[in-house]
């Protein structure tokens, strides 16, 4: 499930560091819990759904498509669709979903893909730039196998929200360095490190226009209207539609 964020944490290297983001030890458990949860299935998946808009015949590349929840949606509204992610153990629970005969890869978005230049019509990147240090190389190979005109719609957590959870426990808020944030995550019983990177709105929008991307959408959606009722506990503090969990991208290969 996604997290609202912890506190950053200074990086420091030890002799035998923790493996961070082992979504294989927690995939089924992190499958059943993103099917239902607010923040995936009734806020962040409605609102790249309403980002994508008519996908009919169009290729896409789902870029970490863990157990393929937004590839099943994007194929049920006639995408031809492609679902690539660095986890084996995710991927099965995909193909569980999705049936054998999906297209589905384990890929590492911090290397090379292995798809041709101007493969797809979109490529979808949710929630997963934020687990990478330096975005150059990743959104170098994005725009490359997108076809000139093509759309990179991306979702990650909103650079904000980690100034609000500094500033709740009395901390200066570091809002312009990119720092590493580590949190914990359990899932089916098992407990993972999770580690992400933090970095500034200007920082994002630098390194997207840098890789050849105009951006089209900055967007802040609302969850869904059925969410209110089903999560009253954790929505009693909203007063209105919104909150600054993920922020949005529609990008536009030049």
């Not at 590492?108 to 934020?130: E, N, Q, R, T, Y």
């Not at 076809?147 to 979702?155: A, C, I, Y």
Request: aromatic share 10%.
């Amino acid at each position: 499930m996604a997290r609202m964020p912890t506190m950053p944490e200074d990086h420091v290297e030890t002799a035998h560091p923790p493996r961070y983001n082992d979504y294989d030890r927690m995939a089924e458990g992190y499958t059943a819990e993103n099917e239902t949860s607010l923040l995936n299935a009734y806020y962040e998946r409605p609102a790249m759904l309403q980002l994508a808009g008519d996908v009919t015949g169009r290729r896409i590349l789902d870029v970490g498509c863990g157990s393929g929840p937004l590839f099943a949606e994007l194929r049920d509204r006639g995408a031809f669709v492609t679902g690539i992610d660095a986890s084996a153990g995710m991927l099965e629970q995909a193909r569980r979903r999705l049936g054998g005969d999906a297209d589905l890869r384990v890929a590492d978005l911090a290397g090379p893909l292995s798809f041709p230049d101007d493969a797809f019509d979109d490529v979808i990147a949710s929630l997963v730039l934020h687990y990478l240090e330096d975005w150059g190389p990743p959104l170098a190979e994005l725009r490359r196998v997108l076809k000139p005109g093509g759309r990179l719609l991306v979702s990650v957590d909103h650079p904000f929200s980690v100034v609000l959870f500094q500033q709740m426990a009395g901390e200066k808020p570091r809002y312009f360095e990119t720092r590493t944030r580590t949190d914990e995550w359990t899932n089916g019983g098992q407990t993972v490190q999770m580690r992400f990177w933090d970095r500034p709105l200007h920082a994002m929008t630098e390194a997207f226009t840098a890789a050849g991307f105009r951006i089209s959408v900055i967007s802040e959606p609302p969850f869904v209207p059925e969410a209110r009722e089903l999560f009253p506990e954790e929505l009693r503090e909203i007063t209105g539609t919104r909150f600054a969990c993920f922020l949005f991208f529609v990008l536009e290969a030049g």
